[in-house]
């Protein structure tokens, strides 16, 4: 799609965000992000508008929701040139009492971000890994 209304249709904003910025739904409708499947005619999508990163300026999080068993997600931020990706987050695996949940939290903006305990590791050449916590790190309360 390459209609702006016909977009809008299809991208839900969160309950309690604001509505993304005039220049947001333009970059969207000229193709100008990795939107996957919310421009097409069937999509299924949230965006939530918040300071993510706490810098003070805006990041857009677009979610896809049409995948019977996953989301995804991407997260759009700006500088002087405009819109642009920085970065993704992908669920999989959901039945689809979990699929349900997960849309209607993202529906209705709660979202929260959690400071990672674990730190990104540096590689040369900018590579990073992202050390992801198994089930007793996530809940450390839990430990012996």
């Known amino acids: 799609m390459t209609d702006l209304p016909q977009i809008r249709q299809h991208v839900t904003v969160a309950a309690g965000q604001a509505a993304p910025p005039e220049d947001w739904w333009q970059s969207l409708v000229r193709s100008q992000m990795p939107a996957g499947s919310c421009t097409q005619g069937n999509s ?12 003070g300026q805006l990041d857009l999080l677009l979610c896809s929701l049409n995948s019977e068993y996953a989301l995804a997600c991407v997260l759009q931020t700006r500088n002087p040139d ?16 979990a699929k349900s949940e997960v849309s209607q939290a993202l529906r209705n903006g709660q979202i929260q971000t959690r400071p990672n305990r674990r730190p990104e590791l540096a590689l040369p050449g900018d590579r990073r890994i992202h050390i992801r916590p198994g089930e007793e790190g996530l809940r450390p309360e839990t430990r012996p």
Do not use: F, I, R
């Open 44 to 55: 299924n999508c949230v965006a939530s508008s918040n300071d993510l990163d706490g810098d």
């Open 82 to 97: 405009g819109w642009y990706p920085a970065g993704t987050a992908d669920l999989y695996s959901l039945d689809s009492e």
